[in-house]
């Protein structure tokens, strides 16, 4: 701050007498440091509604659902991870990919790590999904997924596999790999996310029982077929292969192409 700010903020109380500089700035900083300790932060994140309504996805997804999965589930993740916060000053400021990242603090996560995580990772599983979305990316993202899976096809079941064959809950994403510079499905346990490891998201599903029980009980395959036939939001998709891009080459072909 600089020396004019301190006097003019001085002056707006109390008239300034250079000869007694010092004690206004004296004042000045107290003034401050009491306001700071009365003013108590009671948020930090707040609980990010759907890009649509809460029926917008029915009838893949039902309204019930997004009730208890994005009104209560998704709601105490950020409930708790505000609590936590409230308690260490140190992850104050911190954007939710920074908190993930220094939670994770390298495979042996802070208490934080969970609740953090989950809450972005909802976020994303969220906007990943539109009211009739289309079964087809177009352009280069299909291009980009013929190219590092063979077929869209192969990819389809490449994203199937990884969720038949994730063990308990958890998540399954299509990822920009940033080492190798492709596209990769990956699957993650509990809260976990590609972030940790730098890979950036392009597509989550939520597969914890949650997010599928009271519309498909435990037929996760349909589930997932479901969310791949009718729910991914493909133009979504093509911004985050935009963004990932600015971040990784992938070389040709260029995304998106029109
Ligand atoms: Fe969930």
């Known amino acids: 701050m600089g020396l004019n700010h301190v006097v003019s903020l001085a002056q707006?109380?109390?008239?300034?007498?250079?000869?007694?500089f010092s004690s206004y700035k004296g004042q000045f900083w107290r003034r401050r440091a009491r306001a700071r300790?009365?003013?108590?932060?009671?948020?930090?994140?707040?609980?990010?509604?759907?890009?649509?309504?809460?029926?917008?996805?029915?009838?893949?997804m039902?309204?019930?659902?997004?009730?208890?999965?994005?009104?209560?589930?998704?709601?105490?993740y950020v409930e708790d991870l505000n609590r936590q916060l409230e308690k260490n000053e140190q992850l104050y400021g911190c954007t939710m990919e920074e908190l993930i990242k220094v939670t994770y603090n390298n495979g042996n996560p802070l208490p934080e790590f969970n609740n953090a995580a989950q809450v972005w990772n909802h976020d994303f599983f969220w906007e990943s999904m539109q009211p009739g979305g289309s079964k087809m990316p177009g352009g280069g993202v299909l291009k980009q997924i013929e190219k590092d899976f063979g077929s869209f096809t192969n990819f389809r079941e490449k994203f199937l596999e990884a969720a038949q064959s994730l063990?308990?809950?958890?998540?399954?994403?299509?990822?920009?790999?940033?080492?190798?510079?492709?596209?990769a499905v990956v699957k993650t346990s509990n809260a976990l996310?590609?972030?940790?490891?730098?890979?950036?998201?392009i597509i989550g599903l939520d597969m914890w029982e949650h997010a599928y029980y009271l519309d498909y009980k435990n037929d996760r395959t349909k589930y997932v077929n479901i969310f791949m036939d009718h729910l991914v939001s493909w133009h979504l998709v093509t911004a985050r292969m935009?963004?990932?891009?600015?971040?990784?080459?992938?070389g040709e072909p260029k995304i998106p192409v029109a």
């Not at 935009?242 to 992938?250: C, D, I, Q």
């Open 242 to 250: 935009v963004r990932a891009e600015a971040f990784v080459n992938l």
């Open 12 to 20: 707006s109380s109390t008239p300034f007498v250079a000869s007694n």
């Open 193 to 201: 996310n590609p972030l940790v490891w730098n890979d950036i998201p």
């Open 62 to 76: 039902s309204k019930r659902t997004l009730e208890v999965h994005w009104g209560e589930h998704h709601r105490k």
């Open 167 to 183: 063990f308990g809950s958890g998540w399954i994403w299509l990822v920009v790999k940033s080492r190798e510079k492709r596209l």
């Open 37 to 60: 300790a009365r003013a108590k932060v009671v948020a930090f994140h707040g609980l990010t509604t759907p890009p649509y309504e809460l029926d917008a996805l029915e009838p893949y």
